[in-house]
């Protein structure tokens, strides 16, 4: 399986941006996908993560400004950000999880950098 993101840039704060992960590959048995983020010097941390069945849950300080979706025809996972703050600069990874096999996988990474 293979996450390729692309959205990311520069960005004015209280802007918008969105990502796209496009999954290729065996992706039949993909059972659910999420964003995480990493800035500079900071631990990896979940963004927002959406099941195959539809269940969706953000953290907390996204909730209300950031919106996960998947559109299944496209194998495409988006990431909607909008009332971006500079404390949400970091760069941006798509992962995605197959219980069927018990692996997941990652992409390479986007960068998300908002200016105050």
């Known amino acids: 399986v293979q996450l390729v993101e692309s959205g990311g840039g520069l960005v004015q704060s209280g802007g918008s941006l969105r990502l796209s992960c496009a999954a290729s590959?065996?992706?039949?048995?993909?059972?659910?996908m999420a964003w995480y983020r990493q800035a500079p010097g900071k631990r990896r941390e979940l963004v927002a993560a959406?099941?195959?069945?539809?269940?969706?849950d953000y953290a907390d300080f996204v909730k209300g400004r950031f919106t996960i979706s998947r559109d299944n025809a496209k194998n495409t996972d988006y990431l909607e950000m909008n009332s971006l703050k500079p404390e949400d600069t970091a760069v941006y990874f798509c992962?995605?999880?197959?219980?069927?096999?018990?692996?997941?996988?990652w992409g390479q990474g986007t960068q998300v950098t908002v200016s105050s």
């Open positions: 590959g065996s992706i039949f048995s993909i059972n659910a």
């Open positions: 992962h995605a999880v197959d219980s069927v096999v018990g692996k997941d996988y």
């Open positions: 959406i099941t195959s069945a539809g269940s969706i």
